[in-house]
């Protein structure tokens, strides 16, 4: 069965102090691995796709890697704006078109 | 692009009344998922569609839910009798065959009194 464990649990960061979030995973065989940001009342809004080990995509201060076991999502220079909770789903190869996804990260980030 | 829409956003019903939730997909999109998402579970698929067809309803908690797709551009989501416990937020998500991303409607935040 597949599973995905984010830590931490919640993160508060002062502006402009960078940090990274973490998605571990088990599968049987990755198909991809997804970067979701969800805002309070609203629904989870796609980030990144993730598909081989050392694969890197960028979208203004989010960074995100993806090892074997892992993936991490980086936050430079953060801003009060990208508070939010940040969720992790695996796309196993043998799940059809399911993702599973980890309970978040709530990021809180103050000036 | 409209996006996917949901209705109600929100519904308050009382414990065995039946309730219905509506999904319209992004158009162009062949599959599509319904999730349910509380705070002690996180997301948790209910059942996904492609193709209009129903491909795996393990998630389904039990048989007081049941969801149709009866054409590419409508999907609903039934529980009957509703109870306190499936008080949640329900979302639809949809995605195009060729690549792997899904993208989530608004939801819809049931309260089951």
């Known amino acids: 069965e597949d599973q995905v464990t984010q830590s931490p649990e919640a993160l508060r960061l002062q502006e402009g102090e960078s940090s990274s979030l973490n998605c571990s995973y088990t599968?049987?065989?990755?198909?991809?691995l997804f970067w979701y940001r969800q805002d309070p009342g609203k629904g989870p809004e796609f980030l990144f796709t993730?598909?081989?080990a050392g694969e890197e995509k960028e979208k203004e201060r989010l960074k995100a890697t993806l090892t074997k076991k892992e993936s991490f999502l980086h936050i430079t220079a953060p801003k009060p704006e990208d508070s939010a909770t940040y969720l992790c789903?695996?796309?196993?190869?043998?799940?059809?078109?399911?993702?599973?996804f980890g309970t978040g990260t709530q990021l809180k980030v103050e000036l | 692009d409209a996006g996917v829409i949901q209705s109600p956003r929100h519904e308050v019903t009382e414990m065995g009344q039946e309730v219905t939730l509506r999904c319209k997909p992004i158009?162009?999109?062949?599959?599509l998922f319904w999730y349910r998402q509380t705070m002690m579970r996180g997301l948790e698929l209910l059942i996904y569609?492609?193709?209009?067809?129903?491909?795996?309803d393990s998630g389904m908690p039990e048989d007081r839910f049941s969801a149709k797709m009866p054409n590419a551009s409508f999907s609903t989501l039934k529980i009957q009798p509703s109870e306190p416990r499936d008080s949640a937020v329900y979302f639809c998500?949809?995605?195009?065959?060729?690549?792997?991303?899904?993208?989530f409607g608004p939801g819809t935040r049931l309260t089951v009194l």
């Open positions: 998500a949809s995605r195009e065959q060729t690549y792997n991303e899904q993208f």
């Open positions: 599968v049987s065989g990755l198909r991809g």
């Open positions: 993730l598909y081989s």
């Open positions: 789903a695996v796309h196993d190869t043998g799940g059809g078109n399911k993702l599973t």
């Open positions: 158009s162009g999109h062949n599959s």
């Open positions: 569609f492609n193709n209009n067809v129903p491909i795996d």
